[in-house]
């Protein structure tokens, strides 16, 4: 399992509809990312949930854009006129993440386009998994591109993080707020899903993709961590929250029956 490295070459306009303020970039190899910052005010907890999520969808045989690390040399955006745009990049020279960009693709709209009932499934026990609580009516962080479905942003996964506390604990929430999931109505195998996906996610495979969480990535230090104990912490509460995943199976069960 590995990432792309590209270079950012331009910065084009930044997507003030994100919360952490990304932008649309063109990197070295032509093409165009949407770039998360790790200078952003969600830091790189943010970039290792956009990871960490990215790299699981893909795994369940979900679209999502091609992942790539993201470089930003020392000398970038030194004469951007926007003084917070110019902040934010010079905060974020190093390694950041960024996703491929979808041309032409439109907010995904539930109530024009159906979902089939096992892909829909997956997506919520992802969700539910990885506890994201931003794929709601709201905000469905789907996009149609070429009439299929894709899967953006996850940043607002693994909210455990940023408590830093308990987290094994934490692994065996059942995740209340799947009840505001924009698929849940549409997810009638859950069940299958479960299977499925476990399936996939075996421990070997958590391992595999905690260790692409770049050590610039995991970089507080504040209690005495390294990199590959702040890996380690991701990897506990993964397999944790995979071994006891009828927590959160039954409470999407549960909300589905009430929904429906």
């Not at 506890?131 to 591109?145: A, Q, S």
């Not at 894709?150 to 009840?179: C, E, R, V």
Request: aromatic share 8%.
């Amino acid at each position: 399992m590995t990432l792309r490295t590209v270079n950012v070459t331009r910065y084009i306009t930044p997507l003030r509809e994100g919360g952490s303020l990304p932008a649309l970039a063109e990197a070295d190899d032509d093409f165009k990312y949407v770039v998360k910052f790790r200078g952003s005010g969600h830091g790189t907890k943010m970039l290792i949930s956009e990871l960490i999520g990215g790299v699981v969808a893909k795994l369940l045989n979900l679209r999502v854009p091609e992942l790539v690390f993201v470089q930003l040399d020392e000398g970038f955006g030194q004469t951007e006129g926007d003084e917070e745009i110019q902040d934010l990049l010079q905060g974020s020279r190093g390694l950041n993440l960024g996703l491929h960009f979808l041309s032409g693709a439109l907010t995904y709209d539930p109530v024009a386009t159906k979902i089939d009932g096992l892909t829909a499934s997956m997506i919520v026990w992802m969700d539910a998994f990885l506890t994201n609580v931003d794929r709601t009516v709201k905000n469905t962080n789907m996009l149609m591109w070429h009439k299929e479905l894709w899967l953006i942003d996850h940043g607002a996964t693994l909210y455990f993080h940023h408590s830093w506390t308990n987290h094994m604990k934490q692994a065996l929430t059942p995740f209340a707020l799947i009840k505001d999931h924009v698929l849940l109505r549409f997810a009638d195998q859950l069940e299958q899903a479960d299977i499925e996906c476990k399936k996939i996610l075996t421990e070997k495979v958590i391992r595999e993709i905690v260790d692409m969480i770049p050590d610039e990535f995991a970089n507080w230090t504040e209690n005495g961590e390294t990199p590959e104990s702040i890996r380690e912490i991701y990897f506990e509460f993964l397999t944790e929250r995979l071994k006891n995943s009828t927590l959160f199976l039954n409470e999407a069960l549960n909300a589905r029956k009430k929904l429906i």
